[in-house]
């Protein structure tokens, strides 16, 4: 595929992150996670990452897959990570002055603001073929996750399966009774 930007690819990427900031901002409003649901991912409009995710854009995945798929690492995905809390990988971090990496336990709002996201993301990119079984099995079944938190990893899980067991409705209901139970948290 030519990574040219185009404007039918320029149209593309801002109708896909769009559809994607507005799905999470609906779901994230009717947890109570307002100013989350506002703030998420406003980094994928900056220049930083818009410009190289247009040359990427495929439409149906993640313009930072193919990316990655090319060139080993994407310029894009690491600001894009170090800039939104929602991505575990924000969390991780070298240990002192050595090479070893530590995963930090994500506080809870983030990791709910990450169930949600990856909620979003399969909606979007799975479209007509979306259940409510996509996100979990998105998320068990990637082996990019070799270095999360354990703790994280297991609740994110949870809520994951929590949505395909008992639909959309229910779990946003869940997710905003754990929003209030855990609001306080740092």
Request: net charge positive; with cysteine; glycine share 4%.
């Amino acid at each position: 595929m030519e990574n040219k930007i185009t404007l039918k690819k320029f149209l593309g990427h801002l109708h896909t992150i769009s559809t994607h900031k507005f799905l999470v901002m609906k779901m994230c409003f009717k947890c109570g996670m307002i100013k989350q649901g506002l703030l998420h991912d406003l980094s994928k409009y900056s220049f930083s990452e818009f410009i190289p995710s247009v040359r990427y854009f495929q439409g149906n995945r993640s313009p930072i897959t193919y990316e990655k798929e090319l060139y080993g690492y994407s310029p894009c995905w690491l600001h894009h990570k170090g800039r939104n809390k929602h991505h575990w990988d924000y969390w991780v971090d070298r240990l002192g002055k050595t090479t070893q990496l530590v995963s930090i336990k994500m506080p809870y709002r983030y990791m709910l603001e990450s169930c949600i996201d990856r909620i979003a993301a399969s909606k979007v990119y799975e479209k007509e073929n979306y259940t409510d079984s996509s996100a979990y099995n998105f998320f068990v079944n990637s082996k990019e996750y070799s270095v999360i938190n354990e703790t994280t990893r297991k609740q994110i899980e949870e809520n994951l399966y929590y949505l395909k067991q008992h639909g959309e409705k229910e779990t946003l209901r869940h997710y905003r009774q754990l929003y209030k139970e855990h609001k306080n948290e740092k």
